[in-house]
């Protein structure tokens, strides 16, 4: 068993990741500057581990603060999911964003190296594709520059490992490119609670659902996909957080740097979740059909291949748990951990 810093971790993937990591009987430290997460997920997550983890906060864009933590802590690993995620908001302010995540990420590289830590897994995404690959994505498919600027932050920091592995054959990274988180665990304790109106869909739905949004916006239904409206592959996110454990033990024992692709395989459209949302749920989700979102691709989805070969990992939740999930989560928690 190992000591694993978490950058980020009481947020929505990292919570759920800190759970999975406990109940494979690591030693959890999460660090975050709590910009977007909540210390209340912490407390959560250790009530259903039945176990304790310690608690930094900090931002990783500060070298200092990371140093003391690798000076207090033996950390044998880094799982690293701190940074923003807003694609629109990375529009507005880019600089912003590459300060948090591509600043930030190289201050993390710079005090591992110093303290002789050279496990990562780090968060990247489906969208270091770029426009250009035809669905299923996989992992040695050429990469393309994304439309916006929070992708082009994971574009360059896989190209940074990429390299830095290249240079010294101590790296042993874990590149996961997730496609779309969705769900909750199943406990109803710990879930997705963005700040403010939430940029995507799931969110959006079940906050429609509880009464504190008024109806759900579909972006486009003109598409070239089987009913007009985009379709992307979700993920659930304990599936995910699964993924991360399974990610690093393969790190622990092996070199280099490494991609896997984190999704189903299955496209699901936009209508698809609202409608199958109902379904599963009982509740229903007033709609309207709006116009496009710019930079939104009709649709994209995982070769899935690779993580199940090499990892064994495979999804284990079906479309209607991740629903179910994300309801339960929502329905329980109407505010959130506020
Ligand atoms: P999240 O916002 O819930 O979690 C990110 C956490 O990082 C938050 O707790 C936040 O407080 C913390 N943080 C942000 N900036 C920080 C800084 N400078 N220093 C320290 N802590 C900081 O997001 P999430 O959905 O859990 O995503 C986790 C990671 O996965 C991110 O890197 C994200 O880009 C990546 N990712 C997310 C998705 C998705 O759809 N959720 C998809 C692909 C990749
Ligand atoms: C999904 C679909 C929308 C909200 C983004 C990032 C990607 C990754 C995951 C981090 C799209 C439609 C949405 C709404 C809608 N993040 N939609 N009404 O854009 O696939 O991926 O998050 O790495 O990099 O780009 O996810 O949930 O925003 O949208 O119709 O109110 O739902 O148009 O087709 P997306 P999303």
């Not at 690591?26 to 210390?39: A, K, M, Q, W, Y």
């Not at 912003?96 to 600043?103: G, V």
């Not at 780090?122 to 270091?128: K, L, N």
């Not at 692709?261 to 609202?274: C, D, E, R």
Request: with cysteine; charged share 20%; glycine share 8%.
């Amino acid at each position: 068993m190992a000591n694993i810093l978490v950058t980020g971790g009481a947020g929505y993937i990292g919570s759920h990741t800190c759970l999975e990591l406990l109940n494979a009987g690591h030693e959890v430290i999460v660090f975050d500057n709590l910009s977007n997460g909540s210390g209340e997920s912490l407390r959560r997550v250790e009530k259903l581990a039945n176990n304790s983890l310690d608690f930094v906060q900090g931002d990783i864009r500060c070298q200092d603060e990371l140093d003391r933590v690798f000076q207090n802590y033996q950390i044998d690993a880094v799982i690293h999911f701190a940074g923003l995620k807003a694609v629109g908001e990375s529009q507005q302010i880019p600089l912003t964003y590459f300060d948090h995540n591509i600043a930030g990420s190289i201050q993390l590289f710079k005090s591992m190296q110093k303290a002789g830590v050279f496990s990562l897994v780090f968060s990247s995404s489906a969208t270091v594709y770029g426009e250009l690959n035809p669905s299923p994505y996989q992992e040695d498919m050429p990469l393309s520059l994304p439309n916006n600027n929070y992708g082009y932050t994971k574009l360059v920091i896989e190209q940074m490992l990429e390299k830095m592995a290249l240079a010294d054959a101590r790296w042993s990274i874990a590149l996961l490119r997730y496609f779309n988180p969705v769900g909750a665990h199943k406990s109803g304790q710990i879930g997705e609670d963005p700040r403010g109106i939430p940029n995507n869909l799931m969110p959006y739905v079940t906050q429609v659902a509880i009464g504190r949004r008024e109806k759900l916006s579909i972006f486009g239904h003109d598409y070239p996909t089987k009913d007009g409206t985009c379709e992307r592959d979700f993920i659930h996110v304990v599936d995910l957080a699964k993924a991360h454990v399974l990610a690093l033990s393969n790190r622990l024992n092996n070199q280099g740097c490494r991609a896997w692709n984190i999704g189903t395989g299955a496209p699901i459209s936009v209508l698809q979740i609202k409608e199958t949302f109902e379904k599963v749920n009982g509740v229903q989700i007033p709609t309207e059909f709006a116009e496009r979102r710019s930079g939104d691709l009709p649709a994209f989805y995982a070769d899935a291949s690779r993580a199940k070969n090499e990892l064994g990992w495979q999804p284990q939740y079906t479309l209607e748990d991740m629903l179910a999930d994300s309801w339960n989560w929502q329905k329980h928690n109407p505010n959130g951990f506020s």
